[in-house]
């Protein structure tokens, strides 16, 4: 396995676990890891009871990049949190202060335990979910959530759990890291795999890293590279930490302050992990571990677009249904992001296929349900954007060529080739780059109905499409505007949608959205004209 780069944390960064003293190692990879042990403090770690960490985190994602040729533009904003951690009992709770994209912040607590986990505050850029209680809101974690947090615990925790564990220490070839070589080991944990890299001059750990499923990316690997390790009452912390995955940065973590406990809880307020009561033990355990979608749930936690529901495509008690908006046009509703079904004689063509391939094969079955006999022949993506393509690659094993914007062709080309193997949603068929850049407009008619799609100018995302069908003067758009709402605060976004009408002459009745519902549209181009919005 390659190791590459750096992490941050997402929902765990210090799980520091007791340690029993234990026999002299028996192999290389045993005293490798037992030597990292002696490094971060020894037996001064089982005299531990309580840590306080202070840090801040800059945040990328990748997969919401302005452009494929830059996945780090722009960056999702820096957030604060505060961890601390009960070291006699397995408790923490983070105290986060996270960005929103449109302003302000998020202020929520997260309290994780072995079985059960808590949110205090809403963490989300959403309403509430429906099972929140009281004010402030508070909810019980979603197994999935909990699953990833205790990974990602577990991680940090990982030179403790060896030293307790060393059955299941194995040798590994050494790792190249940024052009090093460093001894390394394999440790399976409660949660995960995860090579461990050595630096072989301080002993402590350099790289830990696991292999992850991302939609676009494929089989990934995710790396947290540590360093600016510190004496701290006689443990070793390190103060900077950074994940990657395949080399590009998501998360960068400064610690600004960090107070150990070795005699006891002192650092500890009384109701530091105490739960509402109208969701106290209410919590369920953690899901199994292919369940857990960890990249889409680490970023999606950092930006605020995650819907804590173990449903993941919709909250609780909700379903994905078809809804018709024209003549033989359906709409996949009822959870975050929809997809717009458009039939033709003999073939059917989706626009957007948000969320990951399980999402995308409710929506064809809808789909072949209502327009039985009929297969995908076109995907039409408006951007590049994860959250809205993240299930492609079940439409392309129905038989989907993908039509992208400019700039976008090899990128999906890539995507669609890229290891699967950890995809456990991967869907049957064939998975074959069919893959159609349009550098200004595409328009297909082979199926006794006209399809078109355009490219627009847009602050959101270049190589954006706009998705059309003639006959029902009826657009697709996603993220620049939310069709169905009053339209208010015009925003560049939404002006980029009525410039690139002007521009392509286009006189669309009406819009559906990848977000929202249906809207007419001369309310978006009356509102951008009674702006003033420049041409």
């Known amino acids: 396995m390659r190791l590459s780069g750096v992490a941050a944390c997402g929902a765990a960064c210090f799980g520091l676990a007791s340690a029993a003293a234990l026999a002299a190692p028996a192999n290389p990879a045993i005293a490798r890891a037992e030597a990292a042990y002696q490094a971060m403090g020894g037996d001064k770690l089982?005299?531990?009871?309580?840590?306080?960490?202070?840090?801040?985190?800059?945040?990328?994602?990748?997969?919401?990049?302005?452009?494929?040729?830059?996945?780090t533009k722009p960056d999702v904003g820096t957030s604060t949190y505060t961890l601390t951690l009960d070291h006699t009992k397995g408790f923490q709770r983070y105290d986060w202060v996270r960005p929103r994209p449109g302003g302000g912040m998020r202020t929520y607590a997260e309290i994780i335990m072995p079985n059960g986990g808590y949110v205090i505050g809403n963490d989300s850029n959403f309403p509430p979910i429906k099972r929140t209680v009281g004010n402030p809101p508070a909810h019980t974690m979603s197994t999935i959530r909990l699953r990833?947090?205790?990974r990602e615990i577990e991680r940090n925790d990982v030179v403790l759990q060896m030293?307790?564990?060393?059955?299941?220490?194995?040798?590994?070839p050494p790792q190249t890291v940024g052009g090093k070589t460093y001894p390394a080991v394999q440790f399976r944990g409660e949660h995960g795999s995860y090579v461990v890299a050595f630096d072989p001059a301080t002993k402590l750990p350099t790289v830990i890293g696991t292999r992850d499923f991302d939609q676009l990316m494929g089989d990934s690997y995710f790396d947290e590279t540590l360093s600016d390790w510190r004496d701290v009452n006689g443990v070793k912390i390190p103060y900077h930490m950074v994940h990657t995955l395949n080399g590009v940065k998501i998360f960068d973590t400064t610690v600004t302050d960090a107070r150990v406990d070795i005699v006891g809880n002192s650092l500890l307020p009384a109701d530091t992990f105490t739960v509402p009561l109208a969701i106290r033990g209410k919590a369920l355990p953690p899901a199994p571990l292919a369940q857990a979608?960890?990249?889409?749930?680490?970023?999606?936690?950092?930006?605020?677009?995650?819907?804590?529901?173990?449903?993941?495509?919709?909250?609780?008690?909700?379903?994905?249904?078809l809804t018709d908006v024209a003549p033989n046009v359906s709409m996949v509703t009822g959870g975050t992001h929809n997809t717009l079904i458009v039939a033709t004689n003999n073939y059917l063509v989706a626009f957007d296929a948000p969320g990951d391939d399980t999402q995308?094969?409710?929506a064809m079955g809808l789909a072949k349900a209502k327009y039985p006999g009929k297969s995908f022949k076109y995907l039409v993506l408006t951007?590049?954007?994860i959250d809205h393509t993240g299930g492609l690659r079940a439409f392309v094993a129905d038989g989907a060529t993908v039509v992208v914007g400019k700039g976008d062709?090899?990128?999906?080309?890539?995507?669609?080739t890229a290891e699967q193997g950890l995809n456990v949603n991967r869907p049957k068929g064939t998975i074959a780059p069919r893959v159609i850049e349009?550098?200004?407009k595409w328009s297909v008619n082979d199926g006794g109905r006209q399809i078109e799609a355009y490219l627009i100018d847009n602050p959101h995302a270049a190589g954006y499409l706009i998705p059309y069908v003639p006959d029902a003067k009826l657009g697709f758009v996603t993220d620049l505007w939310n069709p169905g709402a009053p339209v208010t605060n015009v925003n560049p976004n939404m002006i980029a949608v009525v410039r690139g009408m002007e521009k392509h002459g286009l006189a669309p009745e009406r819009f559906a959205g990848g977000h929202g519902a249906v809207g007419n549209y001369a309310d978006l181009a009356q509102a951008v004209q009674a702006g003033g919005a420049p041409r």
Do not use: C
Not at 296 to 317: C, Q
Not at 409 to 416: E, I, P, T
């Open 360 to 362: 995308s094969q409710i």
């Open 383 to 385: 951007h590049h954007h």
């Open 163 to 172: 030293h307790e564990h060393p059955e299941r220490v194995s040798d590994m």
């Open 293 to 321: 979608p960890y990249q889409w749930i680490l970023r999606r936690l950092a930006s605020g677009f995650f819907t804590d529901s173990d449903n993941l495509y919709t909250d609780d008690e909700t379903t994905l249904s």
């Open 148 to 150: 990833t947090s205790l």
């Open 46 to 71: 089982e005299q531990l009871t309580a840590i306080v960490i202070k840090a801040t985190v800059q945040q990328w994602d990748p997969g919401e990049s302005y452009s494929v040729a830059d996945l």
């Open 409 to 416: 062709g090899d990128f999906f080309k890539k995507a669609l």
């Open 438 to 440: 349009v550098a200004d």
